[in-house]
């Protein structure tokens, strides 16, 4: 597709896993290999808008022209995009956000002691980065697109998201093909209607995806 329909305006796509330490080398996180951002970021740039790619440890190359932020943690992730919040016309979250972090990650790589059969973690929230954004917005701007994967429940869980975290679209993603592979299939929850896409490519959705944040920038 030829359309540079986002030219003039300035996308933020956060995307990939983020990783909490536990010490030097053990981290927690969520499974995401960042595909679904990378291809939301690649089109939106192909379609010519800037493109700001705020982007957890992933094993793919930035997109050509994309500006990338690379983050590890949730807490770094919110201060690349909140720092860049006054540029941006879209913010689209399809980062994998951890919900805890370690309430401390060790210095030293921790030791498995003798005899010792289990383990705890002290684990404290993060921040929702999402419903940050929702909460503080004043106004139309930034549009706020939210991805929403579950197992079960999918579209009722994704409106429950769109009305607590004020955002203006939710993808919703059913778990068993949302990850790793080429394709995806999902369901467009707006305040006005929904819209499933049927099994599509990465790429494909990713314009799917597109096409609602141009109308919602235009409104
Ligand atoms: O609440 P849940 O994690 O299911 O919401 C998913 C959406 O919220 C995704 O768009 C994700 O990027 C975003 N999120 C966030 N900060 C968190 C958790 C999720 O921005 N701590």
Known sequence: RE????????VLIS?????????????????????????????????????????GPVALAAPQGVER???????EMQEAITSRLPDCDAVIMAAAVADFRPREAAVHKLKKL??????????VRNP????????????????????AVETENLVAAARTKLETKK??????NHAS????????????????????TGRVSKHALADRILDRVHALLER
Do not use: C, K, W
């Open 177 to 196: 093909v949302a990850f790793e592979g080429d394709d995806n299939e999902a369901t467009l929850v707006t305040r006005d209607d929904e819209e499933s």
């Open 128 to 147: 929702d980065i999402l419903a940050d954004l929702g909460a503080s917005r004043r106004g139309a701007r930034p549009v706020l697109v939210g991805f």
């Open 69 to 75: 932020v690379s983050v590890r943690t949730a807490i």
């Open 167 to 172: 955002v203006d679209l939710v993808v919703a």
């Open 3 to 10: 359309t540079r329909d986002l030219s003039g305006h300035t």
């Open 114 to 123: 003798e005899g010792e059969e289990t383990r705890v973690i002290e684990l």
């Open 15 to 55: 995307a990939g896993p983020t990783l909490e330490p536990v010490d030097p080398v053990r981290f927690l996180g969520n499974r995401s290999s960042g595909r679904m951002g990378y291809a939301i970021a690649e089109r939106a740039r192909q379609r010519g808008a800037r493109v700001i790619l705020v982007s």
